[in-house]
C-alpha cells in the first residue's frame, strides 16, 4: 500500500496539536542504515491502511515530499488517545526486501470441529504468532483447521506445519487452541458465582460491623 509524507521541523506537543487539528498526524521514520527523519502524514492517506486491518503487518511503499525514492516500510508503533482512540502518533521503521523481520501474525481457523459440534466450546489462547520472514512475504494470518478436533484437543505450535519463507518462532511448544468440554465450561461458571458470592457476603459483614454500635 502506498502512503505520501512531508517532512516537519518543529517538534514537541504544541506543534503536534496544530498538525493534529489540520488533520495531520505526526509521525517519525527510522530503520538499522536511516537516520531518523520526522514526518507529517495526512490522516486520509492512513484511513485505507487501518481499514485494511492487521496494520502492523502491512508493507508500505513512503514517498517523502521532495524526495524521488521510495522507501519500504511499517508501522512499528501506534499512539492512540486513550479516550477518543484516534491515532496520536506514528513510528514508522524502514526495511530492507532481502533481510528478515520479526512481525506478529494474526491466527485464524477454518472448518467446525466435532467437538464444538458435541457442546464444546473452542478457546483460542494465542490469537497472534510471531513469524520470522521477509518483509515481502508476510502471511496474511496463520490458518488452522480445527475440523477433525475433539473435545479435550489441543493444537500446539508443533503442530503447525512450518514453511520455508515464514518461520514461527517459539522457545516453547505452547498451545493455540482447545475444545472445552462442556463441563469445564460450567465449572468455570461455578467458580466464577461462588468468588462473586462470597465477595458479597465479606461486604455484608463489613457493613454489619460498621453498624454495630460502638461500646460503652
Known amino acids: 500500500m502506498n502512503l505520501k509524507a512531508s517532512q516537519r521541523e518543529a517538534v514537541g506537543n504544541g506543534p503536534s496539536r496544530v498538525l493534529r487539528r489540520d488533520g495531520k498526524i505526526p509521525a517519525i521514520l527510522y530503520g538499522p542504515k536511516t537516520e531518523p527523519v520526522k514526518l507529517a502524514i495526512d490522516r486520509l492517506e492512513l484511513e485505507p491502511i487501518f481499514k485494511s486491518g492487521a496494520v502492523a503487518q502491512k508493507l ?26 484516534s491515532v496520536l502518533h506514528l513510528d514508522l521503521y524502514e526495511v530492507s526486501m532481502d533481510q528478515r523481520i ?3 501474525v494474526p491466527v485464524v481457523t477454518t472448518g467446525k470441529s466435532t467437538g464444538v459440534e458435541m457442546g464444546g466450546m473452542l478457546q483460542i489462547i494465542r490469537r497472534e504468532l510471531e513469524v520470522f520472514c521477509l518483509p515481502g512475504q ?3 494470518n496463520i490458518t488452522i483447521d480445527i475440523t477433525g478436533l475433539e473435545i ?13 519463507t515464514a518461520e514461527i518462532l517459539a522457545d516453547v511448544n505452547f498451545t493455540i487452541l482447545t475444545i472445552l468440554s462442556p463441563m469445564a465450561e460450567e465449572e468455570e461458571e461455578v467458580e466464577e458465582e461462588e468468588e462473586g458470592a462470597e465477595e458479597g457476603e465479606e461486604g455484608e459483614e463489613g457493613e454489619e460491623a460498621a ?3 460502638a461500646a460503652e
Open 211 to 213: 453498624e454495630e454500635p
Open 102 to 104: 520479526n512481525v506478529m
Open 152 to 164: 479435550g484437543d489441543s493444537v500446539h505450535v508443533e503442530d503447525l506445519p512450518q514453511e520455508e
Open 60 to 85: 508500505l511503499k513512503l514517498q517523502i515530499e521532495g524526495d524521488d525514492s521510495v522507501r519500504n516500510v511499517m508501522v512499528k508503533e501506534m499512539q492512540k488517545d486513550p479516550v477518543s482512540r
Open 138 to 140: 508476510i502471511p496474511e
